[in-house]
Structure formats: structure tokens, C-alpha cells
């Protein structure tokens, strides 16, 4: 079992930077990925990229990867983004889930999710 | 990018019924297809990988399978927490995609 934990509510204005954090615990493997997932109101799931954590090599979806980047701090297994130049679209809860294989991503455990609000 | 394409988009359906939610792929992912519960106010879980392998804690009565460009999602008597939205994801690269959802309610 892996328990993912991530950082509190966010709002910013248009064109600011957002920054989450998710922390892992439990039975976490030598090497494994995190990615990040996001959820706009009314819409459905979509995938912005995952990270493995002690590689740091990371791959990201085409429309995001111009402003949108992971990082992993392996001394605490937290993995970061940072989603640069908001708008009011990028308004979502955001949540991280862990990649047990990375040549295969799908998503095994789920962290509580963090609301993003983009407003002016 | 291999896009997925879920239906139907809503299913009505009754406690006790036996369900059925479809997933195709725009090309082959062999066997590389997850399915996930999300329910409003929680975050997603995994049900299903590998098309037809359960993950752990997850009952018995949903069970996938297919391979290819086609899959299914089969709950065999529907329970009431079981309704809610359901998204089938392609992990076959490592840019994976998700279906735009089924709603059951």
C-alpha cells in the first residue's frame, strides 16, 4: 500500500505560477514513477505527465510541457509541479498518483487531490 | 497520441443489474488497458490493468477484458456504491491516454 499526500488548496491569478507538492509513504519500490493528473469542472480525467522518482527522467503531454514541470526530491519522496502562466482553464483539482512501472504507466494509488482556482 | 473513446456516455441502470461499458482504441494497445471508479468529492481508483487483471481489494463482481482496440468493463450485478463515473485509460507507451467517461447512474 502507497499513501500519497499532497498540498493544500491553491488560488492565483492569471499568468502566476502554481506549485503542489505530493508525498509518498508505505511500501513504496526501489524505483517508481509519480505522475500527475488533473480534473477540470465538468470534464473528464486528463494526463499531464509522470516522473520517475530516482532517475528524475520524466515525460510530458504535448500541450503542457512548455509550462509545465515535475521534480522529485528522493530524500523525502515528494514530487513537485509547477504549472507556469495560468489561466482560467488550468482551473482543476490536480492529483498525483503512483506509477508502479513507468514503461507502462497506468496509476495504482491516488492522492486526496488539490483544487487549483485561476481567477482574476 | 492514441486517443480512446468510451460508451455509452451515460448508463441508467438498476441495483442488481448486470452492466456493461465499452472502450476502443484509435490502435492496437494489446493488452495494456486500466479502468477507474471516480466518484464526485474522492479521488480515482484503480480497478482494473493488464485489461483484465483486478487490483488489490477490488471485488469480484468487476472484471474486464479485450485486447487490442476493443474493451470491456463488466460489473455483474451492480451494487449501489458503484454508481459514478468510469474512465478507461491506455498504458501501452509512455503517454498514456484516458477515455472521456462513462457516467452509471
Known amino acids: 500500500q502507497v499513501h500519497l499526500m499532497q498540498s493544500g488548496t491553491e488560488v492565483k491569478k492569471p499568468g502566476a505560477s502554481v506549485k503542489v507538492s505530493c508525498k509518498a509513504s508505505?511500501?513504496?519500490?526501489?524505483?517508481?514513477?509519480v505522475a500527475w493528473v488533473r480534473q477540470a469542472p465538468g470534464q473528464g480525467l486528463e494526463w499531464m505527465g509522470w516522473i520517475n522518482v530516482y532517475s528524475g527522467y520524466a515525460r510530458y503531454e504535448q500541450t503542457l510541457q512548455d509550462r509545465f514541470t515535475m521534480t522529485a526530491d528522493t530524500s523525502t519522496n515528494t514530487v513537485y509541479m509547477e504549472l507556469r502562466n495560468l489561466r482560467s482553464d488550468d482551473t482543476a483539482i490536480y492529483y498525483c498518483?503512483?506509477?508502479?512501472?513507468?514503461?507502462?504507466?497506468?496509476?495504482?494509488?491516488w492522492g486526496q487531490g488539490t483544487l487549483v482556482t485561476v481567477s482574476s | 497520441e492514441i486517443v480512446m473513446t468510451q460508451s455509452p456516455a451515460t448508463l441508467s441502470v438498476s441495483p442488481g443489474e448486470r452492466t456493461t461499458l465499452s472502450c476502443r482504441a484509435s490502435q492496437s494497445v494489446s493488452f495494456n488497458l486500466a479502468w477507474y471508479q471516480h466518484k464526485p468529492g474522492e479521488a480515482p481508483r484503480l480497478l482494473i490493468y493488464g485489461a483484465s487483471t483486478r487490483a488489490v481489494g477490488v471485488p469480484a463482481r468487476f472484471s474486464g477484458s479485450g485486447s487490442g482496440t476493443e474493451f470491456t468493463l463488466t460489473i455483474s450485478s451492480l451494487q449501489s456504491e458503484d454508481f459514478g463515473f468510469y474512465y478507461c485509460q491506455q498504458h501501452d507507451n509512455r503517454l498514456p491516454t484516458f477515455g472521456g467517461g462513462t457516467k452509471v447512474e
Open positions: 508505505g511500501s513504496i519500490i526501489s524505483s517508481y514513477g
Open positions: 498518483a503512483f506509477v508502479p512501472a513507468t514503461d507502462f504507466p497506468y496509476f495504482d494509488f
